[in-house]
């Protein structure tokens, strides 16, 4: 999810799902990471939206 401040708008990402038939921990990283790229992903699409 990312909040756009100046143009007031919330957009949600795409559903990461949790797969338990991998080690917990591998997976905490892994859903970390798909969120990080997503809200920088977000950040940049609404950027060029609203310069």
């Known amino acids: ?4 401040k100046e ?3 919330i957009t949600f990402g795409q559903e990461i799902r949790y797969d ?3 080690p917990d921990i591998e997976e905490r ?5 798909e969120a990080e790229q997503q809200m ?3 950040y940049e699409r ?3 939206k609203h310069p």
């Open 1 to 4: 999810m990312f909040a756009h």
């Open 7 to 9: 143009s007031k708008t």
């Open 20 to 22: 338990p038939s991998h």
């Open 29 to 33: 990283e892994r859903i970390c990471r």
């Open 40 to 42: 920088h992903d977000l």
């Open 46 to 48: 609404a950027c060029r």
